[in-house]
T-cell receptor
Framework: KAGVTQTPRYLIKTRGQQVTLSCSPI?????VSWYQQTPGQGLQFLFE???????NKGNFPGRFSGRQFSNSRSEMNVSTLELGDSALYLC?????????????FGPGTRLLVL | GESVGLHLPTLSVQEGDNSIINCAYS??????FIWYKQESGKGPQFIID?????DKRQGQRVTVLLNKTVKHLSLQIAATQPGDSAVYFC?????????????FGKGTSLLVTP
């Protein structure tokens, strides 16, 4: 079974631009979460989607948004990019969440903002 | 705010020895904990998890211990191998609505020397 896939793997943007990252969960998984990883702040939770609905949200500004499609694929968008948005963005999926099933992570998208 | 923290940022062990990585958590309401391993350039890889109704759980060469009295979590790796060299993260699930919002510790770098 294929793992979580994320596209693109690497991205370079300039300040003020916006970016959209994509995540395809493991087949059959319905919960998709997004995390930001930086050397200074570590791994921080952005948001979680389940059945196309945002179920949990972290403490990030409104410039960070996401959505989930009916096939469970998810996208996250960052508008008006800032230098501090440079990070590894990780997506994780799980089967469902009634009994806190294991979350599996993708390889991440590395975003560099210049 | 409440957070998950690691006692040791780096740990160096000899091949064949046992490794112990510690983690303190502060949210007494947390009921699900996970250990992840992250190698350079990859996303976090699930190692083992434990729910708050358990004190100990064993996997292949790994054991997780949970002490709810002192809010402490540990990961034990038996017969540590060079392939175990990585950064290890503990995480507690702080999500609501039966969902996910993992709060990660800062990580411990494990270095296995021959």
């Amino acid at each position: 079974k294929a793992g979580v896939t994320q596209t693109p793997r690497y991205l370079i943007k300039t300040r003020g631009q916006q970016v959209t990252l994509s995540c395809s969960p493991i087949s059959g998984h319905r919960s998709v979460s997004w995390y930001q990883q930086t050397p200074g702040q570590g791994l921080q939770f952005l948001f979680e989607y389940f059945s196309e609905t945002q179920r949990n949200k972290g403490n990030f500004p409104g410039r960070f948004s996401g959505r989930q499609f009916s096939n469970s694929r998810s996208e996250m968008n960052v508008s008006t990019l800032e230098l501090g948005d440079s990070a590894l963005y990780l997506c994780a999926s799980s089967l469902w969440a009634g009994d806190q099933e294991t979350q599996y992570f993708g390889p991440g998208t590395r975003l560099l903002v210049l | 705010g409440e957070s998950v923290g690691l006692h040791l940022p780096t740990l160096s062990v000899q091949e064949g020895d046992n490794s112990i990585i510690n983690c303190a958590y502060s949210n007494s309401a947390s009921d699900y904990f996970i250990w992840y391993k992250q190698e350079s350039g990859k996303g976090p890889q699930f190692i083992i998890d434990i729910r708050s109704n358990m004190d100990k759980r064993q996997g292949q060469r790994v054991t997780v211990l949970l002490n709810k009295t002192v809010k402490h979590l540990s990961l034990q790796i038996a017969a540590t191998q060079p392939g175990d060299s990585a950064v290890y993260f503990c995480a507690e699930n702080m999500g609501s609505n039966s969902g996910y919002a993992l709060n990660f510790g800062k990580g411990t770098s494990l270095l296995v020397t021959p």
